[in-house]
């Protein structure tokens, strides 16, 4: 069969090397978004690297400069990609993005660079391995496999490819809404993030919200002794502290009532059936008695909502000095799903803590990115075309996640261009990813590639895929 034989050569792409050579030259690009002195590499990435490998399968491609008009924001510019078969046929709007966070190269086991791509037993090392040059990678080999079997992709595909999902993605939503007539397709299908287990196939279909806060307790101008003042000044550590208690229970179940969600439907519960959260050999377990109580792990980080203390300073935590501190304040993280409105995410806690008895803490929404949450429903027709598609491919159990547990700019491609939205991921969660030593699995990487052939082949098979 023609599929079969477009499977077979997306494996003699990764067996015989390709694949490797073309994440090595990309991995040597040190587009780190974080970095202002590495903007001249962003563009590099795009118009270097991207641009022709796209155009030796056909595409039509431009560098486009980012809208964003604040000449001092860290913005990179985008690459739009079309390959345009027939108007008749379906359209599939891809996605990845070029850039990485910083290379922290003085922080990996020694041996490892992060600029250069090295194989290590089933680990492929180098910074965007994991995110997200391995994974745009693995579906352009899939693409490239098709054209070559079936001399055509049958289907009409673009691609959006970005340089500053690490830093917010800014301009993204300005771009796409400036460029939405040619971003119009039927679907949107593209791959970041881990998989729920490293072995087992698996499609997202939104993302979390993630919303960051700051609160703070400032009672006074400066610290004071605490033999001549304890137990006279209030401790802006200590209210801080029983304020930050109220939030959650001592398991973690949050206690905001706005924050619970009201969206974990039949549907969405029916998707998280008998799933379970695997980092892999060398992940962290599920502590089981954290979180929510009457929900499942997986439900939990998938379907409901997590608050988080990421940095709680009070005093001189290097240098304690006996001096009763004058403040307190910590930084919060209220990771959500579709059913929390997120312009009351700040008011509402606001709220439980004057309820409370801690009106003196202040919160305030911090100046680092917001992502709105977002969901398609786990029964769409273009999920169930994709899990049959995957499960043909790997005779497999698909995993399907009504939204990844952590946040992406989602919102803009289902909520601005109006597309469904189907993610499948090619990594798996404890890949290091932002950290020293990120990698990817070179067992997944080959198995992607024959799912993502497989699920290529699909999508040109006329009649066989949904239409609007």
């Known amino acids: 069969m023609s599929r079969d034989r477009a499977i077979a050569h997306a494996e003699r792409y990764f067996d015989e090397g390709g694949f490797f050579a073309d994440l090595a030259r990309r ?188 609160l703070v307790v400032d009672l006074r101008a400066g610290g004071h002794h605490s033999g001549n003042w304890g137990g006279l000044l209030a401790n802006p550590g200590i209210i801080l502290a029983h304020a930050l208690a109220t939030i959650t229970g001592p398991r973690g179940e949050i206690r905001v009532a706005e924050w619970r969600p009201n969206s974990l439907t039949p549907s969405v519960r029916e998707a998280l059936c008998g799933l379970e959260v695997d980092g892999g050999a060398e992940g962290p377990k599920v502590d089981p008695g954290w979180g929510e109580p009457e929900l499942t792990p997986a439900e939990r980080v998938f379907g409901w909502s997590s608050f988080e203390i990421l940095a709680f300073t009070t005093g001189n935590p290097d240098h304690p000095v006996n001096a009763i501190p004058p403040r307190a304040s910590c930084h919060c993280q209220l990771r959500y799903v579709v059913g929390v409105d997120p312009a009351d995410i700040v008011p509402a806690l606001q709220r439980h803590l004057e309820a409370a008895g801690f ?80 990698h990817m699995l070179a067992p997944v990487a080959r198995d992607a590639l024959r799912l993502m052939a497989g699920l290529m082949w699909d999508l040109g098979e006329a009649g066989a895929v949904p239409r609007a």
């Open 27 to 214: 991995v040597a690009i040190p587009s780190e978004s974080q970095n202002p002195d590495r903007a001249a590499d962003l563009a590099r990435y795009l118009s270097g690297e991207m641009q022709p490998s796209l155009e030796r399968l056909g595409f039509r491609c431009r560098v486009i400069e980012n809208p964003v008009a604040n000449p001092s924001a860290r913005r990179g510019p985008f690459l739009l990609a079309e390959r345009i078969e027939g108007p008749s046929l379906v359209t599939v709007l891809s996605y990845g993005h070029g850039d990485v966070v910083r290379g922290q190269e003085k922080s990996w086991q020694a041996g490892l660079d992060p600029w250069q791509l090295r194989r290590d037993g089933d680990r492929l090392y180098g910074r965007g391995t994991a995110d997200n040059k391995g994974q745009h990678s693995i579906n352009l080999g899939a693409v490239a496999a098709v054209i070559a079997t079936r001399e055509c992709l049958g289907f009409n595909l673009k691609i959006l490819m970005e340089t500053g999902e690490e830093v917010g993605s800014p301009g993204l939503k300005a771009f796409c809404l400036k460029y939405k007539d040619e971003l119009k397709a039927d679907v949107f299908i593209a791959s970041d993030g881990p998989r729920l287990q490293p072995g087992q196939p698996t499609i997202f279909l939104g993302s979390r919200g993630a919303f960051n806060m700051d």
């Open 359 to 438: 009106p003196m803490v202040k919160v305030t929404a911090a100046r680092d990115g917001f992502f709105p949450a977002t969901r398609l429903d786990p029964q769409h027709p273009w999920v169930v075309w994709a899990k049959r598609s995957l499960e043909k491919t790997s005779r497999k159990q698909t995993a399907i996640l009504p939204n990844l547990g952590g946040s992406l700019p989602n919102d803009i491609f289902s909520d601005d261009l109006g597309l469904p939205t189907v993610w499948i991921p090619h990594s798996y969660a404890s890949c290091s990813q932002h950290a020293p030593n990120e």
